[in-house]
T-cell receptor
Protein backbone atom coordinates (compact mmCIF):
# COMPACT_ATOMS: atom_id res chain seq x y z
CA UNK A 1 0.00 0.00 0.00
CA UNK A 2 0.86 3.64 -0.11
CA UNK A 3 1.35 4.02 3.62
CA UNK A 4 1.95 2.16 6.83
CA UNK A 5 -1.14 0.24 7.82
CA UNK A 6 -1.93 -0.78 11.38
CA UNK A 7 -4.69 -2.98 12.66
CA UNK A 8 -6.87 -2.92 14.56
CA UNK A 9 -7.31 0.83 14.85
CA UNK A 10 -8.92 0.36 18.25
CA UNK A 11 -8.75 -2.50 20.70
CA UNK A 12 -10.45 -2.87 24.05
CA UNK A 13 -9.36 -5.84 26.10
CA UNK A 14 -9.80 -7.14 29.59
CA UNK A 15 -6.95 -7.05 32.04
CA UNK A 16 -4.95 -10.26 31.87
CA UNK A 17 -5.77 -11.06 28.25
CA UNK A 18 -3.19 -11.20 25.46
CA UNK A 19 -3.37 -8.87 22.47
CA UNK A 20 -1.70 -8.79 19.07
CA UNK A 21 -1.18 -5.60 17.12
CA UNK A 22 -0.29 -5.70 13.45
CA UNK A 23 1.78 -3.42 11.26
CA UNK A 24 2.09 -3.54 7.48
CA UNK A 25 5.02 -1.33 6.48
CA UNK A 26 5.53 0.41 3.18
CA UNK A 27 6.63 -2.06 0.55
CA UNK A 28 10.40 -2.02 0.21
CA UNK A 29 11.07 -0.40 3.58
CA UNK A 30 13.55 -2.56 5.42
CA UNK A 31 13.41 -0.79 8.76
CA UNK A 32 10.40 -1.04 11.06
CA UNK A 33 9.87 0.61 14.43
CA UNK A 34 7.31 0.34 17.20
CA UNK A 35 6.61 3.25 19.51
CA UNK A 36 4.12 3.70 22.33
CA UNK A 37 2.31 6.95 23.02
CA UNK A 38 0.52 7.33 26.32
CA UNK A 39 -2.12 10.04 26.70
CA UNK A 40 -0.53 13.46 26.63
CA UNK A 41 2.94 12.00 26.34
CA UNK A 42 5.65 11.77 23.74
CA UNK A 43 6.56 8.69 21.81
CA UNK A 44 8.38 5.95 23.70
CA UNK A 45 10.63 3.71 21.64
CA UNK A 46 9.86 0.00 21.97
CA UNK A 47 11.64 -2.04 19.31
CA UNK A 48 13.40 -1.68 15.97
CA UNK A 49 13.87 -4.16 13.11
CA UNK A 50 16.39 -3.62 10.33
CA UNK A 51 16.56 -6.19 7.57
CA UNK A 52 17.89 -9.51 8.77
CA UNK A 53 19.76 -8.05 11.72
CA UNK A 54 18.82 -8.91 15.28
CA UNK A 55 16.14 -6.50 16.45
CA UNK A 56 16.89 -3.76 18.95
CA UNK A 57 14.56 -4.64 21.81
CA UNK A 58 16.00 -2.18 24.29
CA UNK A 59 12.76 -0.24 24.65
CA UNK A 60 10.43 -3.08 25.53
CA UNK A 61 9.13 -2.28 29.02
CA UNK A 62 8.77 -5.84 30.27
CA UNK A 63 8.95 -9.47 29.21
CA UNK A 64 5.21 -9.35 28.58
CA UNK A 65 6.02 -7.45 25.40
CA UNK A 66 7.41 -9.12 22.29
CA UNK A 67 7.47 -8.47 18.59
CA UNK A 68 8.15 -10.39 15.44
CA UNK A 69 8.71 -9.43 11.87
CA UNK A 70 8.02 -12.17 9.38
CA UNK A 71 9.66 -12.24 5.98
CA UNK A 72 11.06 -8.77 6.47
CA UNK A 73 7.63 -7.25 6.07
CA UNK A 74 4.64 -7.52 8.40
CA UNK A 75 5.28 -7.11 12.11
CA UNK A 76 3.23 -8.19 15.10
CA UNK A 77 3.56 -6.68 18.56
CA UNK A 78 2.23 -9.00 21.25
CA UNK A 79 1.38 -7.98 24.79
CA UNK A 80 0.73 -10.82 27.18
CA UNK A 81 -1.34 -10.58 30.35
CA UNK A 82 -2.26 -6.98 29.64
CA UNK A 83 -2.30 -4.45 32.45
CA UNK A 84 -4.14 -1.15 32.67
CA UNK A 85 -0.86 0.74 32.34
CA UNK A 86 -0.47 -0.82 28.89
CA UNK A 87 -3.31 1.39 27.66
CA UNK A 88 -1.83 3.68 25.00
CA UNK A 89 -1.60 4.28 21.28
CA UNK A 90 0.90 1.92 19.68
CA UNK A 91 2.52 3.44 16.61
CA UNK A 92 4.44 1.66 13.92
CA UNK A 93 6.79 3.36 11.48
CA UNK A 94 8.89 2.16 8.57
CA UNK A 95 11.78 3.60 6.61
CA UNK A 96 14.19 2.73 3.85
CA UNK A 97 17.52 1.27 4.80
CA UNK A 98 19.51 4.07 6.36
CA UNK A 99 22.49 5.20 4.38
CA UNK A 100 25.47 6.37 6.30
CA UNK A 101 25.14 9.99 7.20
CA UNK A 102 21.43 10.20 6.59
CA UNK A 103 19.10 10.29 9.50
CA UNK A 104 15.80 8.54 9.91
CA UNK A 105 14.18 11.27 7.88
CA UNK A 106 12.17 8.80 5.94
CA UNK A 107 10.13 7.55 8.89
CA UNK A 108 6.53 7.07 7.84
CA UNK A 109 4.15 6.43 10.69
CA UNK A 110 0.90 4.54 10.67
CA UNK A 111 -2.17 5.92 12.40
CA UNK A 112 -1.65 3.65 15.36
CA UNK A 113 -3.66 1.18 17.39
CA UNK A 114 -5.42 2.61 20.41
CA UNK A 115 -5.31 -0.04 23.11
CA UNK A 116 -7.57 0.23 26.13
CA UNK A 117 -7.22 -2.29 28.95
CA UNK A 118 -10.25 -2.43 31.23
CA UNK B 1 18.97 10.89 32.29
CA UNK B 2 18.79 11.97 28.72
CA UNK B 3 15.70 13.82 27.68
CA UNK B 4 14.17 15.92 25.02
CA UNK B 5 11.70 18.29 26.58
CA UNK B 6 9.47 21.17 25.66
CA UNK B 7 9.00 24.47 27.44
CA UNK B 8 5.26 24.86 26.86
CA UNK B 9 2.61 22.14 26.68
CA UNK B 10 0.06 24.35 24.88
CA UNK B 11 0.50 27.33 22.58
CA UNK B 12 -2.45 29.42 21.42
CA UNK B 13 -2.01 31.82 18.52
CA UNK B 14 -4.23 33.88 16.30
CA UNK B 15 -4.54 32.98 12.67
CA UNK B 16 -1.99 34.86 10.64
CA UNK B 17 0.45 35.32 13.50
CA UNK B 18 3.79 33.57 13.68
CA UNK B 19 4.18 30.60 16.04
CA UNK B 20 7.32 29.58 17.88
CA UNK B 21 7.52 26.16 19.46
CA UNK B 22 10.51 25.44 21.67
CA UNK B 23 12.38 22.32 22.63
CA UNK B 24 15.30 21.66 24.95
CA UNK B 25 17.59 18.67 24.74
CA UNK B 26 20.12 17.48 27.23
CA UNK B 27 22.44 15.23 25.26
CA UNK B 28 25.21 17.18 23.57
CA UNK B 29 26.04 14.08 21.50
CA UNK B 30 22.80 14.40 19.56
CA UNK B 31 23.62 15.28 15.98
CA UNK B 32 20.29 15.26 14.22
CA UNK B 33 16.92 16.74 15.09
CA UNK B 34 13.50 16.42 13.55
CA UNK B 35 10.19 18.18 14.04
CA UNK B 36 7.00 16.19 13.60
CA UNK B 37 3.38 17.27 13.41
CA UNK B 38 0.67 15.00 14.76
CA UNK B 39 -2.97 15.68 14.02
CA UNK B 40 -5.71 14.06 16.03
CA UNK B 41 -6.07 10.37 15.28
CA UNK B 42 -3.07 10.26 12.99
CA UNK B 43 0.54 9.29 13.23
CA UNK B 44 3.30 11.92 13.36
CA UNK B 45 4.29 13.48 10.06
CA UNK B 46 7.75 14.77 9.22
CA UNK B 47 8.00 18.55 8.99
CA UNK B 48 11.64 19.52 8.88
CA UNK B 49 15.01 18.32 10.09
CA UNK B 50 18.34 19.86 10.95
CA UNK B 51 21.83 18.53 11.56
CA UNK B 52 24.09 19.70 14.33
CA UNK B 53 26.47 21.34 11.84
CA UNK B 54 23.75 23.85 10.98
CA UNK B 55 22.02 26.48 13.07
CA UNK B 56 19.10 27.28 10.79
CA UNK B 57 17.09 25.57 8.12
CA UNK B 58 14.06 26.83 6.26
CA UNK B 59 11.17 25.06 4.63
CA UNK B 60 7.83 26.20 3.36
CA UNK B 61 6.49 28.54 6.07
CA UNK B 62 8.63 26.75 8.65
CA UNK B 63 12.07 27.48 10.04
CA UNK B 64 14.03 25.41 12.51
CA UNK B 65 16.69 27.04 14.64
CA UNK B 66 19.31 25.12 16.58
CA UNK B 67 21.35 26.65 19.38
CA UNK B 68 23.89 24.06 20.43
CA UNK B 69 25.37 26.31 23.10
CA UNK B 70 22.22 26.13 25.20
CA UNK B 71 20.91 22.89 23.67
CA UNK B 72 17.78 24.55 22.37
CA UNK B 73 15.71 23.87 19.28
CA UNK B 74 12.79 25.88 17.96
CA UNK B 75 10.23 25.57 15.21
CA UNK B 76 8.88 28.76 13.73
CA UNK B 77 5.70 28.70 11.68
CA UNK B 78 4.97 31.79 9.65
CA UNK B 79 1.43 33.07 9.10
CA UNK B 80 -0.12 30.30 11.18
CA UNK B 81 -3.22 28.75 9.68
CA UNK B 82 -6.05 26.71 11.21
CA UNK B 83 -4.62 23.64 9.52
CA UNK B 84 -1.49 24.05 11.59
CA UNK B 85 -3.41 23.11 14.73
CA UNK B 86 -1.82 19.91 15.98
CA UNK B 87 0.69 18.54 18.47
CA UNK B 88 4.28 19.20 17.53
CA UNK B 89 7.11 16.97 18.65
CA UNK B 90 10.80 17.46 18.47
CA UNK B 91 12.95 14.37 18.29
CA UNK B 92 16.67 13.80 18.58
CA UNK B 93 18.92 11.22 17.07
CA UNK B 94 22.39 10.30 18.22
CA UNK B 95 23.81 8.44 15.30
CA UNK B 96 21.47 5.48 15.45
CA UNK B 97 18.15 4.91 13.77
CA UNK B 98 16.18 5.43 16.97
CA UNK B 99 14.54 8.73 17.63
CA UNK B 100 14.00 10.09 21.13
CA UNK B 101 10.81 12.13 21.25
CA UNK B 102 9.79 14.94 23.54
CA UNK B 103 6.40 15.28 25.21
CA UNK B 104 4.96 17.56 22.54
CA UNK B 105 3.38 21.00 22.33
CA UNK B 106 -0.23 21.46 21.35
CA UNK B 107 -0.68 24.36 18.95
CA UNK B 108 -4.14 25.92 18.89
CA UNK B 109 -4.94 28.43 16.17
CA UNK B 110 -7.81 30.85 16.73
CA UNK B 111 -9.57 32.81 13.96
Amino acid sequence: GAGVSQSPSNKVTEKGKDVELRCDPISGHTALYWYRQSLGQGLEFLIYFQGNSAPDKSGLPSDRFSAERTGGSVSTLTIQRTQQEDSAVYLCASSLARRQGSGPKGYTFGSGTRLTVV
Amino acid sequence: GESVGLHLPTLSVQEGDNSIINCAYSNSASDYFIWYKQESGKGPQFIIDIRSNMDKRQGQRVTVLLNKTVKHLSLQIAATQPGDSAVYFCAENKGTDKLIFGTGTRLQVFP
